[in-house]
């Protein structure tokens, strides 16, 4: 039939080169256990055809792909994946693996937010912060929350991308992505989930009622940010466009985020039989699993050893613990209890961070070298899970050698300059 003719004379052309179609995706990533669940694929698909899988979580195609190649692009276990690049200029150097090497000679360090790549990164002013007013369920000075109240209460923002509780009953302690819009919807949101939340996937922000052009800060852990920063340095005018709704980003330190039924519901509910409705806090600190009850008593404190295993596996390959993409990077290594450790790290981020400082208790930050340290061991962990041997029919790229002849000859990876 007449219509069919075009159809028919494409029948033996050959498929453009460099196309990238979501099942790589899949089998590169999501498939191979290495997902980081940051949803930077959904937000980055022009077609809206990758959706989320009720049973598992995880990205899924919910419609025709066109091999357009960005959510491979953009995906920070994927084409995005510049923590893999770091080694490099380590390997290359005499130091050995245990130094890490990373400045501005190294042609990757881009992404990072620029020189210089080592010690805490780019950072404007350093600082360790807690909100003047004192509210419970904040994770440790309440930083976060108070930033985002004053950027609400100024008109500098419209909303901001965060994680709240889960509504469901049988998903407590679970966090689920949500644009705040009052201070009360930041503060219901605050403290830390220990679960990623398909965080961009929120991103399409029809739900919200926000009104044309609005603006977005963005909390997430350091992978959201660097799939955000991407995206926004994209250099074409369709797709991805989700992203220039976000005028502030700010990352939440980060050496691992857990699966949440391997850690609430498996270890933590079911193991060591935590009431998890009586539950007021769970931290991650000095190598420690601490749950803490509303009256005080520890129901858990622990070596996180015993809970690596729930980890993501994806988690182990990333070498972002500071968040050198964000425009504020905050944490609580660094900072005496009670305080956040705040690292900004661009102009943007300063005035954010000035519009909000009448609302904060601001002081030197503590112990920086902590910060670095522990940045320091986050590379280590990431250079050695690349040093697994290289299984062809395993999980794509695990390889080292492998994945830089790919990346070298891919014409996507000027994606990553972003400067
Ligand atoms: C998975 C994870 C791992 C972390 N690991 C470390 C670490 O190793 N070292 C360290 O120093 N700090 C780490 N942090 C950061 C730390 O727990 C605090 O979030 C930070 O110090 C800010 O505290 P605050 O009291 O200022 O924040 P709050 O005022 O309590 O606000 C926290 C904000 O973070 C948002 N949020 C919570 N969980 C998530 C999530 N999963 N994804 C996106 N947004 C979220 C909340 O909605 C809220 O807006 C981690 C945080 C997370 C979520
Ligand atoms: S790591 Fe992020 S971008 Fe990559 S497949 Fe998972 S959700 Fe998508
Ligand atoms: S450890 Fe890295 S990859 Fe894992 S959630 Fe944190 S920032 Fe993302």
Redesign the pocket.
């Known amino acids: 039939m007449k219509r069919y003719r075009l159809r028919e004379e494409m029948n033996g052309i050959d498929e453009p080169p460099g196309k990238v179609w979501f099942w790589e995706l899949a089998a590169g990533v999501i498939d191979a256990d290495r997902c980081i669940q940051c949803g930077t694929c959904v937000a980055a698909c022009p077609s809206n055809s990758i959706g989320i899988s009720e049973d598992r979580g995880l990205p899924e195609l919910v419609k025709m792909c066109t091999g357009c190649s960005l959510c491979w692009d953009f995906c920070p276990r994927g084409g995005l994946r510049y923590e893999a690049l770091w080694p490099p200029s380590t390997a290359a150097g005499d130091e050995g693996p245990e130094v890490v090497r990373s400045d501005a000679s190294d042609p990757y360090w881009k992404i990072t937010g620029g020189p210089p790549a080592e010690g805490l990164g780019a950072v404007v002013e350093r600082y360790a912060?807690r909100?003047a007013t004192r509210t419970d369920?904040?994770?440790?000075?309440?930083?976060?929350?108070?930033l985002?109240i004053a950027l609400l209460a100024s008109g500098d923002i419209d909303g901001?991308l965060?994680?709240?509780p889960s509504s469901d009953p049988e998903e407590p302690w679970k966090?689920v992505?949500t644009v705040?819009r009052t201070p009360a919807e930041?503060l219901e949101?605050?403290?830390?989930?220990?679960?990623?939340?398909m965080?961009l996937a929120e991103l399409d922000l029809g739900r919200y009622q926000l009104g044309p052009n609005p603006r977005l800060a963005v909390?997430?852990?350091p992978c959201?940010v660097q799939g955000i920063r991407a995206m926004q340095a994209r250099r074409w005018a369709t797709g991805a466009h989700r992203v220039d709704s976000v005028v502030l980003t700010i990352a939440?330190?980060?050496?691992?985020?857990?699966d949440y039924e391997g850690l609430i519901l498996r270890e933590l509910k079911d193991k060591r039989r935590v009431d998890l409705d009586r539950v007021a806090k769970i931290?991650?600190?000095d190598g420690k699993m601490i749950v803490e009850y509303r009256d005080g008593q520890l129901a858990v404190n622990e070596p996180i050893k015993n809970f690596h295993h729930t980890a993501l596996k994806g988690c182990d390959e990333c070498a972002d613990?500071l968040g050198r993409s964000a425009d504020i990077s905050?944490?609580?290594?660094?900072s005496l209890s009670g305080w956040?450790?705040v690292l900004i790290r661009s102009e943007r981020g300063l005035a954010a961070f000035e519009r909000a400082r009448p609302r904060l208790d601001v002081r030197a930050l503590d112990d920086p070298d902590a910060l670095v340290r522990?940045d320091k061991l986050d590379k280590r962990i990431a250079f050695r899970s690349l040093e697994r041997p290289f299984d062809p029919d395993g999980p794509l790229f695990v390889d080292y050698e492998e994945h830089v002849r790919h990346y070298e000859a891919s014409e996507r990876r000027a994606v990553v300059s972003l400067r």
């Open positions: 912060v909100s369920g904040v994770q440790d000075g309440g930083a976060v929350s108070a985002l901001a965060v994680a709240k966090g992505a705040a930041v949101a605050s403290g830390s989930f220990y679960n990623q939340t965080a909390v997430g852990t959201e939440l330190m980060c050496t691992k985020s857990f931290d991650v600190i613990f905050m944490g609580s290594v660094g956040t450790s522990l």
